[in-house]
């Protein structure tokens, strides 16, 4: 992509709020290219994330992740969705502002049952209800900062979600 270029829009929100699938949804709506920033940092490691997890750690993988996250926002021109603690990092937040930000937001019941058991989501390992009502509960006001938009995926398919962000974008 060029320099200077810019995510038309940027979707961010908890596991299991949709933001992969609905940035693929947004991605053939607008005939644009969508971005995974998690799939980035597979890509350029090697490594699957619960991997890097257990190999490297957190620190480690959140590392990767704000630089996937910096070099996304640089250069690409699409739909853009980051991995659920992205935002957490002051830099990533920082990064993020004058961009179009979509918080996909999900209850803590959608959101468990969608993740379920996947052993793919290291910090959600173990009794997943009780780590998602903690992750949700400490990210939420950061997804709302860094929002320009709050969608509620909760209730809603994959592409009720898009068509509510696509009006936003409209």
Known sequence: MTAGARPVVVLVGPPGAGKSTVAALLGEALGLEVRDTDSDVEAATGTAIADLFVTYGE????????EAVATALAEHRGVLALGGGAVMRPATQEALRGHTVVFLDVGLAEAASRVGLSSSRPLLLGNVRSQMKGLLDSRRPTYEAVATHV???DGRT?????????????
């Open 151 to 153: 969608v509620s995926t």
């Open 158 to 170: 994959p592409s009720e979600v898009a068509e509510a962000v696509l009006i936003l974008l409209a």
């Open 59 to 66: 620190d480690r993988f959140r590392a990767l992740e704000a």
